[in-house]
């Protein structure tokens, strides 16, 4: 029997903590060795483990995976959330990188110098509001359905539900005109993994507080 699947990374978000969310919600326990300092990204280096230099890394089935797309699409593939067939995974695709968009603004908001912070916060908020959460509701709405591709839980379900934790972190009430956004958060969060990740004690992160960013500038070199 294989072993867990083993994540090598900070311990925070950043982009490891879409591929937690999605071993999560496939119901998957994986294991963590957290990158604490410069040495022990360099030891990575230096043993071959980084295809391209650079975390996230995955170890699963017997590869040493790298680029966060690449370790996502083989997660959702293997765990059945990547649709029934090339269609739906094109629309998989497209909703994925969208909320990637999105999450990607978020999560550089605290590495951003503190005069930047609050411009930049409000973009993240309007950009949300007009280009990203609009299609998704509009979505859900022509849709129909419970989940946004085909009558199934996939991985732009997952996904979505994460940016919309996030953005809800830059403003509580951004889903105030998004009913049908709302209605989708809360299918989502009673489903049984997805519940159970949201509880304390889960390996889910909590957003960087100033010493996390000030560990990961150093480690990271930024």
Known sequence: MAGKPKLHYANGRGKMESI????????????????ETKEDLEKLRKDGALLFQQVPMVEIDGMKMVQTRAILSYIAG???????DLKERALIDMYVEGTTDLMGMIMQLPFQPPEAQEKNLALIIER???RYFPVYEKVLKDHGQEFLVGSRFSWADVHLFEAILMAEECKPDILSSFPQLQAFKGRISNIPTVKK????????????????IAKVKKIFNI
């Open 128 to 130: 949300a509001a007009t």
């Open 20 to 35: 937690r969310w999605l071993l999560a919600a496939a119901g998957v326990e994986f294991e963590e060795e957290f990158v």
């Open 78 to 84: 293997k765990y059945n959330l990547y649709g029934k």
């Open 197 to 212: 990740f949201l509880q304390p004690g889960s390996q889910r992160k909590p957003p960087a507080d100033d010493k996390l």
